[in-house]
């Protein structure tokens, strides 16, 4: 099992940044991929960024430019700079992690983005 814990959401004017965090607990050993997504109201949930295990980083187009994803292994945190933050950018984030085949999510993090 693998626990997931974000924080760091809120309300911000468009424009702004914000600095997601989410602390993995639990059975980190061969984790594979951590990444987040987000759920716009209305809308089903997207990729937003992903660091894959020895392969790099993969960033939704829509936040190339703007977000970037980073781990630290010690303190066993993922995180989630979002910059030049847009109203459209207003969801949901979960925090994800694939260990064996298997997917664990994150309860979750409002991001608000006023104009």
């Known amino acids: 099992q693998v626990q997931l814990v974000e924080s760091g959401g809120g309300l911000v004017q468009a424009g702004g940044s914000l600095r997601l965090s989410c602390t993995v607990s639990g059975s980190i050993f061969s984790i594979n991929a951590l990444g987040w997504y987000r759920r716009a109201p209305g809308k089903q949930r997207e990729l937003v960024a992903v660091e894959i295990n020895g392969r790099g980083t993969n960033l939704a187009d829509s936040v190339k430019g703007r977000f970037g994803i980073s781990t630290d292994a010690a303190k066993n945190t993922v995180y989630l700079q979002m910059n030049s933050l847009k109203p459209e950018d207003t969801a949901v984030y979960y925090c994800?992690?694939?260990?064996?085949?298997?997917?664990?999510w994150g309860q979750g993090t409002q991001v608000t983005v006023s104009s």
């Open positions: 994800n992690a694939e260990r064996r085949g298997y997917v664990y």
